[in-house]
């Protein structure tokens, strides 16, 4: 398996008034290509900002600093690769809700609401994948039962044709202002809302041909979650970015949401880094989780070895802090609270809290290194890693 | 464990919204936020309320601290724990300086769930904590201040905090002050409405434990509510499910999670992601969605979702009812519930 | 303790600093900063001739004809033989008599009536509410107008009179900030430990919902005394010779324009009072919106 995302060295800073909050400070993992990966973390150790780092939409007065972030788009041009902090901001543009997905926590905030279902996950597809949609409907013409016309039936092959290579040319900016000839695309928005009702219906949502029609008021936060995940998955990205998406929703409604991440990833829709707090929802969807603390990765590994076999201290306390289904006895918690990254603590930032402290770590960071097979550990302690 | 002295019991206590329609605005209609609950709270142990939102426990718990005036039903508290009926009053009806007045109010507090919104932005900490304290003693200052570094300490924080405003601290220190302030009047009774949920993991545990050892060194109770089943299932004694306005099911902490009863609650535990590669039970994937509390569905509110349900269901609404020893449960299947889970799921729990 | 550890003084240099990062927030205060010396020291300025009212501009002669600025009259003298740079001066004194004793009668009684409404909501509500938008059903200037016409032309009566116009804005907009504060957990948890409504109102709703109602408050200063100007101009305020920058203007009404020939001669009966009156209205509108942006609590930690 190859990695379809890999970050290295990332850094970002935030300018606040405060002082320069140090967010990210020399991330690097990798995501392989069609598995999940989680980023674990609490809230302020930098996992949302690696997203939006990926993403390139961290608002001000945040800024990248240095590092790489690398997508491999294999399906795209062959065995490229991609830096996408390089790239100009029209590539972003295109490569947003295209090729790489993002769903935030708050459905509301991701749906228009004076639009409906249909037209907000059709719009994806209208966006996205012109091309494949006018030759849908050139195969369409001409093995269709109602054939229109022979004339009729030219314009309409020469009209998708030449859509279907270049659709922002002039020649449809023309053809958007002639009055009646501007709806030449109808028949491209009805094969969207088509493929908008299977998407829908493949994502378990049931009645599709009905709730293409409804508003997002409709719906309950569930139901608008997975339209929204539906959009994300509209255009067939290679990466999907789910950033606690689950956390806003009930048990019961969560749990369909999970059931639905687990059968992306049966079928091989696409891969997906995973943002959360949950450590149970890590466990269910993820083949590999990454552990971040107070703006770095501490731990990457399997998800098993991260439940069974945790190498970092940080780890292992917070998989201790956590009520399990069968806790007797009293939970141990972490001393003391998350640094603030104005100052954060010099060394391993974890040390003020670590019980495995050694005098190094309070002066040199730890690298992340290979512990054993692909499990990698920041930590100075040997009898720990 | 915890003694048989009651300190709350609710009686069928109902809160409706009204829904305004209509040019003339009238009364259209009523959200049933919560429909008849009956529930007894003895001295000392922590009940805890689980259901997903909009089930009413956010309701009922800010009914006790009489935040608002339920519609209907009695909610009767017990003085000190004697029986007899002097020391009970009905505080469903009592207006708020009748209630601070019969001293019941002190007795009574809440710790809500976002200390970044329960602590008035523009006071100091010292401030926050003193106000109850001013309210029910008559301290100087300088003894007002040793009470506050006193109540400080024992929600693990210093005298170095003490002149500060709440901005300046992380979520979880926010959440003590939060609960110190609440435990400053001497309460005998706590509701603690999700005080964990807006906390980071590493420090929910911090709350819980600081919970667990302030229960027991203040002989407090408390009614714990949740969506969070497993943090309501390591610091209550007691649980009660709801659903829709309703207690679906009630029983000790370790038999609910051992033997449940209901359907509804069979899902909820299937439903908690589990961390760890631990033995888990197959997942009851709910269909749907809670239905609108406007219109709840007749009979078992649960029918509509409910995998089992039968014609039954959809007639006639189950009451609560007593299964095995302290365990309650308003289904129609009864215990038969635990087999159709095993036919249909095929999980050995 | 150490008077730069008390929180209380670190928060208002915070403000502070957040005010004063923002140029015209500078602009504004130097300007404020300026009218408020001279409204101090108008008696070592311009030395009073009348001392049992010094608001009573000198002039020599009664010619009506304004003289251009000289050696004795810096500024010149307007129709009247009025001087114009006493006028100035002291005008400044009233400027803020006017300004603030409206703003600050207005704005207890606004955010007063305001509050309760928001706080209680019901009947308290609606009652005060209706009487607020009666206020409102009349325009500004008319209901002023009409106010002074009933009192009596004079200063005194324009003050009142818009003492009475403008708390009505205050009391909508405190309304409205204290009905989103009303709902915080803060003012709950204020319940549940059993303090009195009137100590909820003074201590968690007002400080948290005030700074919308005194930045508008703050611009209002300004804006009070261009409507006094105006109601001067039109004959309603001030006696004739009184230090007061509308009434200055309402002298030089006749001598807007000037002649045929030479229509900018009279320039300095004009420039003068007006761009007092101008500089002030725009100092007080500078450091309001300074204020906002520094009160605006999705700006403040950042």
Redesign the interface.
Known sequence: MGNILEIKNLVVNFYTYEGVVKALNDVSFSVDHGSTFGLVGESGCGKSVTARAIMRIIQEPGRIESGQVILYPETVDGNGSVDLLKQSEAYMEDLRGNQISMIFQEPNAALNPIMSIGDQVAESFLFHQKQILCETILSELSDGQHRPSKAVLMCLKTIYGKAADDGDSFFFKLLGSVPFLRNWDRRLKSVAIRRAVSLIGKLGIPQPERIVNLYPHNLSGGMKQRIVIAIGLASNPLLLIADEATSNLDVTIQAQILELLKILKKDGISSILLITHDLGVVAETCDRVGVMYAGNICEIADVREVFEAPLHPYTRALLKSVPKINQDDRLASIPGNVPNLVNPPSGCRFHPRCMAALPICRHEAPALVNAHGRHLVACHNSSVA | MYSQNKILELRNLKKYYPVYGGVLRRVKNHVKALDGIDLDIYRGECVGVVGESGCGKTTASKAIVRLHTPTAGRILFHRNGRDDGESITDISRLKRGALKRKGIREKLQMVFQDPSTSLNPRMLVKHIITEPLREYTDLSSREMENRVVELLNMVGLSKTHLMRYPHEFSGGQRQRIAVARAIASHPEFLVLDEPTSALDVSVQAQILNLLLSLRDKFNLTYLFVTHHLLVVKYISTRIVVMYLGKIVEMSGTKDLFATPFHPYTFALLSGIPIPGSEQRMKRIVLSGDVPNPLNPPRGCRFHTRCPFAFKQCGDEEPGLEEIAPGHFSACHLKSRSRQKVRDKFGNGM | ?NLS????IR?FKFTLSRIFSNPSAIIGSLLLLFFVTVAVLAPVIAPPKNHRNPYIIPHKGYSSVPKPPNKENIFGTTAGQYDIFYGAVWGTRTAFRIGIIVVAIAFVLGAGMGTVAGYYGGAVDETIMRVVDVFFAIPFLVLTMAIVVAFGRGLDNIIVALTLVVWRRYARVMRAGVLTVRD???V?????????DTKIML??IL??AVFPVMVIAFMDVGSMVITAAFLSFVGLGAARGYADWGQMVALARNYIVGPADDPLRYWYTIVFPGGCIILFVLAWNLFGDALRDAFDPKMR??
Request: hydrophobic share 20%; aromatic share 4%.
């Open positions: 303790m550890r008390n929180p209380r928060e915080q957990e803060y709950q948890a204020a319940k549940t430990i059993g303090v009195s201590r968690h400080p948290n930690r950042r």
